[in-house]
């Protein structure tokens, strides 16, 4: 029998919303931080270059009060379930820094995960010490898990895919990117047909 993991993208694929647009609304700064996001997104521009800005652009918002804003993210509950009921095998792979998400995921989602990692003290950002390379995430399960299932919509999530052997584009937010789609065994657009689906993978294996 396979052994499989399970490994989600955070931002609009667990959450029903962009975590970085919602912080920079208490910024002030939402419409350049929601530009930055859609062309990352849609791979304009490179997510590394694009996560140091906006995280620049956002440093200034102290570290407890972005917990507060995330605290409050929508998620969407059929894929936040499956996670609660196959935690031992599901994954959170996110770009987002660890102390911004850090209790979202073991909080409510409870589960592991993989993030990039911050440069702060106390309560005040200073910066990023790593970005996460999300397909460098899944290399290190290989000792684990004989089968790797990714999920995720966006250009970021593409060495993700690359790594995994199963790749799931999801659109319930967004369309998933041309890129993501080539490299994608499956394309599904609400998450009820995706938990079917990573059902059905889960009792293949």
């Known amino acids: 029998m396979k052994k499989t993991a399970f490994c989600f993208d955070l931002d609009g694929t667990v959450t029903k919303q962009e975590i970085l647009p919602l912080i920079s609304k208490k910024a002030g700064i939402h419409e350049e931080i929601s530009l930055l996001t859609q062309i990352t997104l849609d791979g304009q521009i490179p997510f590394e270059t694009s996560f140091k800005l906006r995280v620049k652009l956002l440093s200034t ?8 804003i995330v605290k409050k993210v929508i998620i969407d509950q059929n894929i936040a379930n499956f996670i ?16 911004w998400i850090k209790e979202l995921i073991e909080e409510e989602l409870k589960c592991k995960s993989f ?23 899944i290399q290190t399960l290989r000792g684990k898990y004989s089968n790797i299932v990714a999920i995720g919509d966006s250009m970021n999530d593409c060495s993700m895919f690359k790594k995994a052997n199963i790749g799931i584009a999801f659109g319930g937010v967004h369309n998933p ?12 657009y609400d998450s009820k047909s995706l938990i079917h689906l990573l059902e059905n993978i889960k009792h293949e294996s």
Do not use: F, M, P
């Open 61 to 68: 918002i102290l570290i407890s009060s972005v917990r507060e």
């Open 115 to 137: 993030s990039s990692k911050a440069d702060y003290s106390g309560d005040q950002l200073h910066g990023i010490l790593n970005i996460l390379n999300k397909g460098d995430a």
């Open 84 to 99: 609660k009921q196959n935690s031992d095998h599901c994954y959170i792979v996110t770009g987002n820094l660890d102390v």
């Open 177 to 188: 990117v041309d890129s993501l789609i080539k490299l994608s065994d499956y394309i599904v």
